[in-house]
């Protein structure tokens, strides 16, 4: 049985500018865990529903 990961691209950067952050393929979102936490709720929920 192969195991069906949900991965991410690899080598992706953190979005947030000048921020050099290469991101785990496990992390589906746009940003490194720093600037996710720093970006408003509003924001994070056109990022969600976008599907970046
Ligand atoms: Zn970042």
Known sequence: ???ALKTS???RKCRFPHCTQILSI???KPYC???W???P???KT???A???
């Open 26 to 28: 496990y992390n589906h």
């Open 1 to 3: 049985m192969k195991k």
């Open 33 to 35: 865990r720093v600037h």
């Open 46 to 48: 056109i990022i969600s």
């Open 37 to 39: 936490d720093q970006i």
């Open 9 to 11: 691209a690899e080598g």
């Open 50 to 52: 976008a599907k970046v």
């Open 41 to 43: 709720q509003k924001q």
